[in-house]
């Protein structure tokens, strides 16, 4: 019955996405980041219902009125330029056999990106996309965090099984970035009712993230509170808030939970830690000797290339967003993604500021401003997960992309009612 309720639910979309293109990019995104073939059991788990969409999605762009290609863009040109990068490094890689499996997902959460920034082209569009991603996460989120409740937190929460969000330390950084936007459309919704239901998703997606016992998640959490902490207006309330929801649940979780968080002052004898440094080591080795290629994606994990820099030690994945960007494609592609990164922060940051004494695109530097901390949060606790091509970190530059055209294209019809009123003319001034 699951099987056949997902399916019709995936064909009704593809139905609507061949009369609305856009439909295509918000089933193709719940396909992505929520994963809902995980949880049937029977012949829909096995279906290619996420390169179908992806097809239809394609087509019907191209057969429809809408726009091909976003505006051209500084960060879009370094998106294009590290997905090229990466593919003439695939030829390279230590076992293409092995890689291109992995290229082959990387390209089309790329290529998401790439038809979101193009369709989502105004605020209702934006505001369908953030909702889809934030109810994909909260579905696992609320059954986590109610299951930790009522656990008394004696077990983890994890993520659908074989997917990029099923380790719970994976999941946290996933539910995460999801707060943020959560928070936006709880400050956009007119309805009560709504902001209600999200605030108790976002304290129930609190408790989830401790539930993971995920102790990158926890200093994630931690460093979220503090980013909004200097952000919202009436810290007060806040402090109040949010202090109620995370005294409230550490109250259920049990001395497990606690004795997790203390191995962090451990780590110099933690075998978890030290084994990532390892991994560390062999990214970086791999990706100076044989510079400046790396070794594919996922490489550095295999037998041949761990072994040889560490014979007697089992092998890891990366466990850094950015030692695996080095090992997989080396320094160059370390390079080109470390300026995505850091474009995106200066993108959220213009559009911030162009609609700071705006009204009309007030959403605009809100959105952005939320999205800047998910993009915190993902650097700093990516930095302990291999989440490098994330689907939700692709959406957010996607995001980004889209509202600053829109930012850009207001202030610049500003600017041009400015210059072509008659008060300000200055032949007009001496008439």
């Known amino acids: 019955m699951r099987d056949l309720f997902f399916l019709i639910a995936t064909m009704a979309g593809i139905g609507a996405t061949l009369i609305y293109p856009f439909a295509g990019v918000l089933l193709w995104t719940w396909l992505s980041v929520m994963s809902p073939q995980s949880d049937a059991y029977g012949f829909a788990r096995t279906l290619p219902l996420n390169m179908i969409v992806a097809g239809v999605t394609v087509a019907s762009v191209f057969i429809s009125r809408e726009r091909k290609l976003p505006s051209s863009d500084a960060l879009l040109w370094l998106c294009a330029i590290f997905l090229a990068w990466c593919t003439l490094n695939g030829f390279a890689a230590v076992d293409p056999d092995w890689s291109w499996p992995y290229w082959d997902r990387t390209w089309k959460v790329f290529a998401l990106g790439l038809f979101a920034a193009t369709l989502a082209h105004n605020k209702l569009r934006l505001h369908a996309l953030t909702w889809v991603v934030v109810i994909s996460l909260f579905y696992y989120s609320v059954k986590g965090g109610l299951f930790t409740i009522l656990s008394g937190g004696g077990s983890h929460v994890y993520g659908p099984d074989g997917t990029i969000i099923g380790d719970n330390n994976q999941l946290a950084l996933a539910l995460l970035m999801t707060l943020p936007l959560a928070n936006y459309l709880r400050s956009q919704s007119a309805n009560r ?104 994606f996922y490489g550095p994990q295999l037998a041949q290339v761990f072994h040889t820099y560490f014979p007697n030690e089992a092998m890891r994945a990366a466990h850094s967003i950015y030692f695996q960007v080095l090992g997989e494609q080396g320094f160059l592609g370390l390079a080109l993604y470390l300026l995505i990164l850091v474009g995106g922060f200066i993108k959220a940051h213009q559009i911030a500021r162009a609609s700071r004494n705006n009204p009309e695109k007030a959403w605009a530097g809100e959105l952005a401003a939320m999205i800047q901390l998910g993009l915190l949060v993902f650097c700093l606790s990516g930095a302990a997960l291999s989440m490098a091509y994330y689907d939700v970190f692709v959406l957010y530059l996607a995001m980004l992309l889209s509202l600053h055209k829109q930012v850009a294209v207001v202030a610049a019809d500003r600017k041009l009612v400015r210059l072509s009123s008659p008060a300000r003319h200055p032949l007009a001034a001496k008439q």
């Open 193 to 296: 009712w709504v902001s209600w239901a999200l605030i108790a998703a976002m304290g129930l997606t609190v408790v989830a993230v401790l539930g993971t016992y995920s102790r990158g998640g926890f200093i994630g959490l931690a460093v979220l509170c503090l980013a909004a902490l200097l952000r919202v207006r009436n810290k007060l309330i806040y402090l109040v808030v949010a202090g109620t929801v995370l005294v409230s649940s550490l109250y259920f979780m049990p001395n497990s939970f606690f004795s997790r968080l203390h191995s962090i002052d451990e780590y110099g004898t933690d075998s978890s830690f030290q084994g990532r440094v390892t991994a560390w080591h062999v990214a970086y080795n791999y990706a100076r000797d044989h510079f400046p290629f790396g070794a594919g």
